[in-house]
């Protein structure tokens, strides 16, 4: 056990792209945790998506020797869908370097980072990156963090990770800026877990920050919210390979394997204590149920292996306790699941661990948010947007809305206001960081955000503008469903939810939109966009009169009774909705949003 | 049994930017080495077809009448020693308005070619040069005339519809045109854009506009109405000809009755195989100069593959299949709706229904 004064627990907040991957790279080096030879770039991200997403998904904590002190690195997620699990790895530390790309300056990830950490209590160590780019402005990022910060501009450093120029002088301010943890040893043991993960072979490995007491390796132990016993089958520190010690103390970060099958009996969040009569009698504060906040129906793409769906979700529920889903039917697309996600990245990374990892083919409906119907006292849920009732059968209808900050250079501050305007957002404030650079905060609908809002505001503002935001309750609103009807059916995958006043342009889109979709058919066929009974936007697909092959002689002959077998094969891939054959590619491109929705904000 | 012939010749002037035939601009210096080939090609393959009936012989391409008379004369003399050609057999020629005259048709009909197939396409100068034609409507009716005094009693003139610039009047003039010159045949395509040609490009960049399928069924429909009117029988698809004039040598295709494909590219069929030598005239002159069957890829057609087939031509040439061949209740949506007619039993398309052919196909045999 090492003494508390000697520990730093720490860990390095930044906007996307600021080079916190490269500076813990850096931080290993110069800590000789690995070997020249092992080093891989970026050796905190783990598993190959993040690689290719350039992300943290699961935040990991890496122990580094350095003059004597014992200094832990937590990595943190950088992404907003992610917050839960932003905050409790903050909660495990004493300190954040805040690190600023030299040329880009202060950005939106940074500022909502930033807040977190203060408002964590952490001692926030200001540093600004790649100093050795020609285009960097040290001095003036420098000056904006200070006016940020409230401080003295020369006590913001100035490292090059790509270089390692400057990194031993960051090192040394951890080490003096952040303070010590506390802890007593004799206490009931309270620790932390931060972050979970599924091993195939080990089970359910959690990373913890012991805040009081001592986790000894064999103990038995208890999960104070899911109240799950088991043995801690093995502790240990990543350093930064797994490294088993026999028991964490006070203020030490680490690993614990439990033999648990399952990460939902071991949550993040949760107070770890020892089972029994030494146990604490009360858990570390702060615990919270990850809530889905985003929601997709996904379906087989071809029908028939819905329950290679299920086996799939079963397994990765195992990996990811954020993960909802119960199954739904739905008339276009057949048996699938309603899935519900912490958000669009969330999404993503979901649908492409089920496409990569289980090499199945899915189609997705478009994302909603929830909405809470209310009647009289009675308040229902509702995740899916063709269980949106008929309007005046309730009261009223909340959606969930969100605190965004977004920051943009001075110039595009016009088309962020607007944009912002445009998808009902309230402002809550604007101010300038520098005469060059604005910050506003609104509070907006979700249902904007998941629908294109940040496809819109990267294309508005050329990409300057970068986005953050938080969940921030309900609101009511003036919501109607739209429903699509393919020749008089209606199409339950095309049903959306949308502000009454956008439910006529979104009809019209969608019915715009499935007219270059929908392949003529041998009769006009309508497609028609409607609120309840009132039809607000209709297109007719005509009759197609011309599919013959002009040609066929000696040598044509097999290439087009080819043609026709592939012409063949295309059909049976087609769905029947009602008497229309509507191809899988409709689906999927009727149901797109806008691609870049999570891709583009990573 | 009846069998047909098929010689490719793969030489053009210029080459027209829709086409994906198996065709060559500037290889004329191989046209000597490649009449020989012909000739040698001809000894090879005539083992195991002397016992055939040859009922038609075609010169196709490319441009046949680019190679000299005397040369295409002694092609068919040779094919003659050769096979069992039979007397009174269709022996057609094709030719591009501009590469024939009076004296050259005279010296073909001479030969023994006594159908000439002529590439007109249209008789519209804007839709010609959009089809990147080198010939103009005047070169049309020159060749036409030239035809017949050179004595060509059965001409066939080609027709190519839908190119970008042609509206449906201009259609009609060249309908019009066409029937005025009373040739005993005519064939009229939708023109298809083919993705690996110059105008494929220029279609998938935007730079030409696709045809426009709902024009090309009027043009069609128009087709339809002023050949029948002048007096043509309507016997395939894209084919029309006046009463005993259908072409036998593509029946015999759209019947599924052996032939043997020569030259580059040329494809042949018998029973239940179908094949097909090398593309390049390089390639074939090659294979064929050192003694082998310049064969280049084979297939043998399953019974299921030769069911689609028999399908589909036969509804192509409007004999109908056989109303028993189909699942009951396949046809019905399609005698409702007017696609199909029921003609002594068989199910025959109707014009609104031969539009749709594919579509029928699937639906009776898919
Ligand atoms: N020139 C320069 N490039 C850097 C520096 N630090 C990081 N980068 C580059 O910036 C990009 C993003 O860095 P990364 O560490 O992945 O950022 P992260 O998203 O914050 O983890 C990568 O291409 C790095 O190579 C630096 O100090 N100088
Ligand atoms: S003349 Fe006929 S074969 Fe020759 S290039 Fe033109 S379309 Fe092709």
Redesign the interface.
């Given at each position: 056990m090492t003494e508390t004064s000697r520990i730093r627990n720490f860990c390095i907040v930044a906007h996307i792209d600021h080079g916190k991957s490269t500076l813990a790279d850096r931080l290993l080096e110069l800590t000789h945790a690995v070997a020249d030879r092992d080093m891989r770039a970026q050796y905190l991200d783990k598993m190959d998506l993040e690689r290719e997403r350039g992300i943290t998904i699961k935040a990991q904590a890496v122990r580094l020797a350095h003059d004597g002190y014992e200094l832990n690195l937590i990595d943190t997620p950088g992404h907003v869908d992610f917050t839960y699990e932003v905050s409790r790895s903050l909660a495990a530390c004493e300190g954040a370097i805040l690190l600023v790309d030299a040329a880009q300056g202060i950005e939106a990830q940074t500022l909502a980072n930033y807040h977190l950490a203060r408002d964590a209590g952490l001692a926030i160590v200001p540093a600004l990156n790649k100093i050795d780019l020609p285009a960097a402005d040290p001095d003036e990022v420098a000056r904006e963090l200070g006016v940020l910060l409230g401080r003295d501009p020369s006590e913001v450093l100035r490292i090059s990770a790509k270089t390692g120029e400057g990194v031993p002088e960051l090192l040394r301010a951890v080490i003096e800026r952040v303070p010590h943890p506390g802890g007593d040893a004799s206490k009931p043991l309270q620790a932390l877990i931060f972050d979970s993960a599924f091993d195939a072979y080990r089970g359910v490995i959690t990373y913890v920050r012991v805040h009081e007491g001592v986790l000894p390796s064999r103990a038995r132990i208890r999960m104070m919210a899911t109240k799950v016993e088991t043995e801690a089958e093995e502790t240990g520190v990543m350093s930064p390979e797994a490294t088993p010690i026999s028991q964490l103390g006070p203020g030490e970060v680490g690993y614990l394997v439990t033999g648990l099958k399952d990460v939902h009996q071991a949550k993040v969040g949760d107070t770890i204590t020892l089972a029994g009569k030494h146990g604490a009698k009360e858990p570390l504060h702060g615990y919270r149920e990850p809530k889905p906040m985003v929601w997709s129906g996904l379906f087989p793409a071809e029908g028939g292996d819905y329950s290679d769906l299920r086996d799939a979700l079963d397994k990765l529920k195992l990996s990811d306790s954020a993960l909802h889903y119960e199954p739904e039917t739905s008339q276009a697309l057949g048996f699938g699941f309603r899935c519900g996600f912490l958000g669009l990245l969330h999404m993503d990374i979901v649908k492409e661990r089920l496409e990569r990892e289980f090499d199945l083919e899915l189609i997705a409906t478009a994302p909603n948010v929830e909405f809470r119907i209310a009647r009289g006292e009675e308040v229902t849920v509702v995740h899916n947007p063709a269980e949106m009732p008929t309007p005046g059968t309730y009261d009223r209808v909340e959606e969930p809305v969100v605190f965004a900050t977004v920051v943009t250079p001075s110039d595009y501050l016009g088309a962020v206001l607007d944009l912002c305007q445009s998808r009902r957002g309230e402002q809550v404030d604007m101010s300038y960081m520098s005469p060059e650079r604005a910050e506003v905060h609104y509070v907006l609908p979700l249902t904007e955000i998941v629908f294109d809002f940040f496809d819109q505001l990267k294309s508005r503002t050329r990409g300057y503008a970068s986005l953050d935001y938080e969940p921030w309750g309900y609101q009511t609103a003036d919501l109607v469903r739209v429903d699509v009807l393919l020749h008089g059916e209606p199409v339950d995958a095309f049903s959306s939810v949308v502000h009454r006043d956008k439910a006529y342009a979104y009809g019209r889109q969608m019915v715009e939109r499935l007219k270059t979709l929908i392949p003529r058919q041998?009769?006009d066929v309508a497609i028609q966009a409607t609120i309840g009974s009132r039809i607000v936007a209709r297109e007719t697909v005509?009759a197609?009169?011309?599919?013959?092959?002009?040609?066929?002689?000696?040598?044509d002959?097999?290439r087009?009774?080819k043609l026709?077998?592939e012409?063949?094969r295309g059909?049976a891939r087609l769905r029947r909705v009602g008497r229309v054959d509507v191809p899988q590619e409709a689906f999927i491109a009727a149901l797109r949003v806008d691609e870049g929705a999570s891709k583009g904000k990573k | 049994m009846s069998t047909g012939i098929y010689v490719h010749v793969p030489f053009c002037p210029t080459r027209c930017g829709y086409c994906d035939f198996n065709a060559y601009a500037g290889l004329d210096g191989l046209k000597p080495r490649y009449v020989t080939a012909l000739l040698r090609e001809v000894e090879l393959a005539a083992p195991g077809w002397d016992d055939q009936d040859v009922v038609s012989v075609f010169l196709g391409g490319g441009t046949p009448t680019t190679l000299d008379a005397a040369d295409l004369k002694a092609l068919l003399a040779h094919l003659g020693d050769r096979f069992a050609v039979a007397p009174g057999a269709e022996v057609t020629v094709e030719a591009n308005p501009d590469t024939v005259d009076e004296a050259k048709l005279a010296a073909l009909r001479d030969a023994g070619y006594g159908r000439l197939s002529m590439g007109a396409q249209s008789f519209d100068r804007t839709v010609l040069s959009s089809l990147e034609r080198i010939h103009d409507p005047d070169s049309v009716h020159r060749a036409f005339a030239a035809a017949r005094a050179a004595g060509y009693e059965n001409v066939n003139l080609d027709l190519i519809y839908g190119a970008d610039g042609e509206g449906l009047d201009s259609w009609e003039r060249t309908l019009l045109e066409t029937v005025a010159l009373q040739p005993e045949h005519v064939s009229a395509y939708a023109l298809t854009i083919e993705p690996a040609t110059p105008l494929g490009r220029k279609v998938a960049s935007g730079a030409v506009p696709a045809p426009d399928p709902d024009l090309q069924a009027d043009m069609f429909a128009t087709a339809c109405a002023v050949l029948c009117d002048a007096g043509y029988g309507h016997y395939e698809v894209s084919n029309w000809a006046k009463p005993g004039y259908e072409c036998r040598h593509n029946l015999g295709y759209w019947e599924r009755r052996p032939y043997l494909g020569l030259g580059a590219g040329a494809h042949s069929y018998r029973q239940d195989r179908r094949w097909w030598n090398v593309r390049p005239p390089e390639e074939y002159l090659r294979r064929v100069g050192s003694g082998e069957l310049p064969v280049g890829g084979q297939e043998r057609l399953e019974p299921a593959d030769a069911y689609l087939e028999e399908v589909f031509l036969r509804l192509r040439i409007l004999e109908g299949i056989p109303a028993s061949w189909v699942e009951p209740g396949r046809a019905e949506p399609f005698l409702e709706s007017g696609l199909l007619e029921l003609d002594h039993d068989a199910l025959v398309p109707t014009e609104r229904g031969m539009l749709l052919l594919n579509e029928l196909v699937l639906a009776l045999a898919g």
């Open positions: 041998l009769f005509k197609k009169r011309k599919d013959v092959l002009a040609k066929c002689y000696g040598g002959i097999t087009k009774r026709l077998e012409q063949k059909k | -």
